[in-house]
């Protein structure tokens, strides 16, 4: 075992160098820096510029602060990591961290079956594609540029620009929604054209390393010796990718215990393991293509693992994070290296400037790259159309337009780049300056791709009317939208027969809910016939309101009212069973499970117990169905109640997490008004700060907005107060043993419930009604939103389609939350005629 270790500041310090080296630990501080900063670029493009790619943002990123490291010295940590650490990073120790987990994450996620039927097509898209691309390219960089670059690494850049970027490019698929038959022609190419260009880049890197007369470095190989070069490197690397597939899908056949979660967790930990394992073996073990051995395992894993997952979902959000990671880093790497090239500001090297000519050939590079990329998918499209899934020249402009440059050249630039830099003592200067020079192209190329054809490629699908909806289509999203307005409706119902929602305006509920503004009264009594399965005569007077007659249908249902519910939730034991005869048969074999001596102290403290985790459960499902919404620390004085309320059942005390409902305080307003007194500018509050803590509050008070945070911490705690003595009640009440134990629990809610509701009705009346009719809105909304989530999960509807149902849906919530803060606003005692004419005014 060796060990290096390196000086500390200390020492540095006390030989009186005065300079600090960087200490090994600090090279974590960029990657998290770039990180927090792509959280806040996806919160902002999400928000206000979702037509903007995030890759590309992420590479400015980059650029913008390899500019600002090289321009300007400095001493602190960060730029130490910048400078020390990850401007020079080791090239392989590049690829190896980023390429497989990117490829892997693309490969596994193909539609198996489409990309079967497209590989020949994909094949002429790769391979001969591959090479012609690769020769105009060069020839491009031979005779034009005017650098003096040799023919090899001529084909060097050009093996690196012909590998377009799986990941950018399945991106951009997703977000302009382009058909299946598209997206597997642009990301089967991107997929397998990675590969056949690194082993290009390979076998002519190779041959340009050798005119640098450094030994050890470079491969002579001839003609013959580098077709026999190219196969080794794609069948070897597609044979090892075979071999550690069947051992992933081995392994996950194994990992068979779905309801384990450490064997789903281990599973997942076993994709990654192998992935990175398999391209370690293959590209520096073996010396074959690492990437092509990464894509044969993640294409096999796709169409023979998958059925082994015990938990598809949580794999799917693995690799999404994965992928997120390792994007943002790379990207933003590839952005750094880039400004530190174009900042100018080696001044021992003037030469390496990237002058204002160059910019020029930049420019034309591209266009011509673009010309030479039309020419090639033309060339083969009489042949591409008649095999595999077939073509149109649409698709093939698309294809042809989409084909974008990102991590896997910007990777293969810098591994050229450094390796160069690592040898320029041993080896002309010219060299040096030559892949510096070709590294700010491919930067160039990779920003350029990334703006222009990223930003534009969605209007472009549009304007070819590929992402055209058939008139079928058409008529399933209007079904859609009608059954999304037959939930509102039932939605509705079932939270007006809630005692909790006893006073609703349905005006203000028909403001924000669009879909109830011409619900029928015929259709409410049709929802309140299927949500309580009785019938209702239709006896209405003509003149009463839709508000008046809901209720007046509501409370003509036997049983049907919540209010009777929350006053007394405990039955006899005959009446529960006659209730839930389907609960009767688990709770009778509980009861023998539990038979024994129980003294009735233990028997009270693990009821009251039990009782608060039913408590806690329920406010988790408040916020997985969206009516807690926890961005005023609403859910965390519920939990924390929670904890102290079981401190005092443990020393045998009785239900009391009510009296600690209001420990912890709503910070929200006062960070508010702080915030607004610092940033005067209007639109950067409205864009950085209102999203974190809500609306401006110039005009509402904070006794206002704290009346409405603890009337909605009111409305939560009765929810879950009642929804667990209905449990409770079930579960318990069938045996006379417990009958008088539950009484008692179920009692003591029963008391806390009140005491919260009379803690409501303290409030004025106008006050109490608007917040629960905002509250209301909120959760018919948010019925929506997990509907559409529903239809996507199900194939029902694309994620573009559902993109637009949900900006609709943010829209009405957005709504609900600034009329809110302007209708408590108002500080004077309102009547009835005028709280209607708040919300019309809000």
């Given at each position: 075992l060796v060990v290096t270790t390196t000086p500390c500041r200390a020492d540095a310090e006390a030989d009186g160098s005065g300079n600090e080296e960087a200490e090994p630990a600090e090279a974590v501080l960029y990657p998290f820096f770039i990180l927090c900063l792509g959280i806040v670029a996806h919160c902002f493009l999400s928000r206000y510029a979702p037509w903007l790619p995030y890759t590309a943002v992420l590479?400015?990123?980059?650029?913008?602060?390899?500019?600002?490291?090289?321009r300007f010295e400095n001493d602190n940590v960060l730029h130490k990591s910048i400078v020390d650490f990850w401007l020079p990073i080791d090239s392989e120790l590049l690829l190896v961290a980023f390429l497989p987990g990117l490829v892997f994450s693309d490969a596994s996620g193909q539609n198996t079956h489409l990309f079967r039927k497209a590989f020949w097509q994909c094949i002429v898209f790769a391979f001969p594609m591959v090479l012609a691309g690769t020769t105009l390219t060069a020839l491009i960089a031979y005779y034009i540029f005017p650098y003096d670059w040799s023919f090899n690494l001529s084909m060097t850049f050009g093996s690196i620009l012909a590998a377009t970027d799986p990941v950018a490019v399945a991106a951009l698929l997703d977000q302009v929604g382009a058909p299946p038959r598209l997206k597997v022609h642009i990301a089967g190419e991107s997929l397998l054209n990675d590969g056949s260009a690194i082993v290009f880049f390979n076998i002519f890197s190779g041959l340009f390393l050798l005119e640098l007369d450094v030994d050890g470095l470079g491969e002579d190989i001839d003609g013959p010796g580098g077709i026999k070069f190219f196969f080794r490197l794609s069948?070897?690397?597609?044979?090892?990718?075979?071999?550690?597939?069947?051992?992933?899908?081995s392994i996950l056949a194994l990992l068979d215990r779905r309801l384990e979660a450490e064997e789903n967790v281990t599973q997942v930990g076993a994709t990654i393991t192998i992935a990175y394992l398999c391209y370690f073996v293959a590209d520096v073990v073996w010396g074959t293509s690492g990437v092509i051995a990464v894509v044969t395992l993640g294409v096999l894993t796709k169409a023979f693992g998958e059925v082994y997952l015990n938990d598809p979902k949580l794999m799917d959000d693995f690799w999404s994070i994965v992928e997120w990671l390792l994007n943002t880093v790379l990207f933003s790497v590839g952005g750094l290296v880039w400004g530190s090239i174009i900042s100018n500001e080696d001044k021992e090297f003037p030469e390496r400037e990237f002058s204002g000519k160059d910019w020029g050939y930049l420019i034309l590079l591209y266009i011509l790259l673009t010309v030479i990329r039309f020419g090639l998918f033309a060339s083969v499209f009489p042949i591409t159309k008649r095999i595999g899934l077939g073509s149109n020249w649409k698709e093939l402009i698309f294809q042809s337009y989409g084909g974008l440059r990102g991590a896997v050249?910007?990777?293969?630039?810098?591994?050229?780049?450094?390796?160069?830099?690592a040898n320029a003592d041993a080896t002309d200067e010219k060299f040096v300056l030559q892949?510096?020079?070709?590294?700010?192209?491919?930067?160039?190329?990779?920003?350029?791709?990334?703006v222009i054809n990223g930003v534009t490629a969605g209007p472009l699908l549009n304007y070819l009317g590929l992402a055209d909806l058939t008139d079928t289509r058409k008529r399933m999203l209007k079904a859609y939208k009608h059954r999304y307005r037959q939930i509102a409706i039932d939605a509705f119902v079932l939270l007006l027969g809630e005692r909790r929602f006893k006073r609703v305006s349905y005006a203000t509920v028909t403001h924000h809910v669009p879909e109830l503004r011409d619900a029928t009264k015929e259709e409410i009594v049709e929802a309140a016939q299927r949500i309580h399965g009785k019938q209702i005569k239709e006896s209405t007077n003509d003149e009463q309101t839709a508000h008046e007659f809901v209720q007046s249908c509501l409370s003509k249902i036997d049983d049907s009212s919540e209010d009777d519910k929350g006053v007394s939730l405990m039955r006899s034991s005959t009446k529960a069973h006659d209730d839930h005869p389907e609960s009767a048969p688990s709770a009778m074999k509980m009861m023998h499970i539990m038979k024994g001596s129980t003294k009735s102290n233990d028997s009270l403290v693990d009821f009251r117990r039990l009782f608060l985790e039913l408590v806690r459960h329920e406010y988790q499902k408040l916020v997985a169905c969206g009516e807690l919404v926890d961005r005023e620390f609403i859910l965390v004085s519920l939990t924390e109640s929670l904890e102290w309320a079981i401190e005092g059942v443990e020393r045998g005390g009785s239900l009391n997490d009510w009296d600690f409902v209001f420990v912890i305080e709503f910070p929200s307003v006062e960070i508010s008004r702080f915030l607004q007194g610092k940033v005067k500018n209007q639109v950067l509050y409205k864009c950085?700060?209102?999203?974190?803590?809500?609306?401006?509050l110039d005009f509402v008070d904070a006794d206002t907005v704290k009346a409405r945070l603890n009337i909605e911490k009111c409305l939560a705690f009765i929810k879950a107060h009642v929804v667990a003595q209905q449990m409770m009640t079930k579960?318990?009440?069938?045996?006379?043993?417990?009958?008088?134990?539950?009484?008692?629990?179920?009692?003591?809610?029963?008391?806390?419930?009140?005491?919260?509701m009379k803690f409501v009705q303290n409030y004025p009346l106008n006050e109490v009604e608007l917040i629960i009719s905002h509250k209301v809105s909120k959760i018919i909304i948010n019925q929506g939103v997990l509907y559409v989530e529903e239809l996507v999960k199900n194939g029902l509807l694309k994620e573009q389609e559902a993109g637009e149902f949900l900006e609709e849906l943010d829209e009405n919530w957005r709504h609900v939350d600034h009329c809110t803060h302007k209708g408590l606003g108002k500080k004077h005692d309102t009547t009835e005629e005028e709280e209607e004419d708040i919300v019309v005014e809000a």
């Open positions: 590479f400015i990123l980059g650029t913008l602060i390899g500019v600002g490291a090289t069948l070897g690397g597609m044979c090892i990718g075979a071999f550690f597939g069947l051992g992933l899908i050249g910007i990777s293969l630039a810098i591994f050229l780049d450094n390796l160069v830099k892949t510096n020079k070709l590294f700010g192209f491919i930067g160039g190329i990779a920003f350029l791709s990334l950085m700060i209102e999203p974190c803590v809500g609306p401006s579960e318990f009440a069938v045996d006379a043993e417990f009958e008088e134990t539950v009484s008692t629990v179920v009692a003591e809610s029963e008391s806390e419930v009140e005491e919260a």
